[in-house]
């Protein structure tokens, strides 16, 4: 009995605080691009691993320590408005497949003696719905350019950071230098080289 409750001591779990959750959601290993997992089985420590088969990429970081770190990329990034810029997606005007297919099934309706009149309208709309889902979606570009425009008017705050971790942030890549940030146009703010805090060290294998 004593064996179990030191054992149950042992497998006590950290709960996952509030402000973890948005970055668990985006973790993403630096070495081979998995998902990273945040654990705390490890003595009661926090733990973040690569959960891809075979990948070695462990960090112990404290909960606080990695907010921390993603708080001084944030700002780093906010100081280099650049890094937003996102050019606007064009669109060439062609039609997706289903979209030319259904246009000349209208066509070929309209050219009948006697089309069908719900038919055609059933096959204008699907067209009509075909060709909106080809279109590029404009949505992260303004967002990206309007919080651009905000980072260059004002020093970034609690809620400027979160809005751009929530909308601007793709990944947030474990490294062995510390936390890089990966954004939606596909740029990147990488971990300067340097490691945050010895809890970042990776744990020598027993």
Known sequence: ???????GDKNTYTPCPEYIKPIREKAVCGVCGGKMVRDTRASNKVRWYCETEGCTNRRYIEDEDTRTALTERLNALAQNPDLFIWHLPEHGGELTLDAARIQNEVIRELNKAEP????????????????YSGLPDYTPYHQMKTLRERIIDRPPDDELRNEILKTVIQEVRFTGGGLELRLINGKALEAAGKEIGRCMQQQPKR
């Open 1 to 7: 009995m004593r064996v179990q409750l030191v054992r």
């Open 116 to 131: 069908g009149a719900e038919y055609t309208k059933m096959l204008i709309l699907a067209c009509a719905a075909e060709k």
